[in-house]
C-alpha cells in the first residue's frame, strides 16, 4: 500500500501515523527470504542449483526427510561469502555441501556434495545422517 494511502486511512479512523511505522529491524526481516531448508554449496561443475542428475538426486536425499521442492531454496556461492549470505535468509536449516563451509549455528548441518555421493556409495550413511538430524531439527 502506498505510504499516502496509508497515512489518509490511519487519519480516517483516528490512529496517529507514527504508531505504525515500520522498525529498521521489521524492514531487514521483510527483506530476507524465508524458507524451511537453505542448501548451499560453493562453484561445482555439478552444481545442484541446474537441473540434472546432481539435482535430481539432492531433492530426492531431502524429500526422503519430509521436505517438498518448496521448502527448498539451493544456492551457489563463494565460501567467503557465507555469513553475507546467511544474513540474507530466514531459514529454519541451513545444509552445507561443500568442504570449505563450516557450520556456525546448531540449526546448520555439513554432509557431501550429492556428486561425491553419485560417485562414491559409502558416503550414502553418513549423509543420511545428517539428514536425519535435519529431519529432528525441522520437528
Known amino acids: ?49 541446474l537441473n540434472g542428475k546432481t539435482r535430481d538426486f539432492l531433492l530426492k536425499m531431502l524429500e526422503a526427510v519430509g521436505l517438498t521442492k518448496d521448502d527448498i531454496h539451493c544456492i551457489s556461492i563463494n565460501a567467503d561469502d557465507l555469513s553475507r549470505t546467511l544474513s540474507g535468509y530466514n531459514a529454519k536449516t541451513v545444509l552445507l555441501m561443500s568442504e570449505g563451509l563450516k557450520p556456525s549455528s546448531e540449526q ?32
Not at 505504525?20 to 521489521?26: H, L, M
Request: glycine letters at 2%; hydrophobic letters at 35%; a neutral charge.
Open 108 to 139: 546448520h548441518f555439513i554432509t557431501h556434495h550429492p556428486s561425491e555421493i553419485l560417485t562414491n556409495e559409502k558416503l550414502k550413511r553418513e549423509a543420511w545422517e545428517v539428514l536425519k538430524k535435519i529431519k529432528a531439527c525441522l520437528k
Open 1 to 49: 500500500m502506498k505510504e499516502a494511502l496509508r497515512s489518509r486511512y490511519l487519519e480516517a479512523i483516528g490512529v496517529p501515523d507514527f504508531l505504525y511505522i515500520q522498525t529498521e529491524s521489521e524492514d531487514l526481516n521483510a527483506q530476507k527470504i524465508t524458507t524451511q531448508c537453505l542448501v548451499i554449496e560453493t562453484s561445482n561443475t555439478h552444481s545442484f542449483c
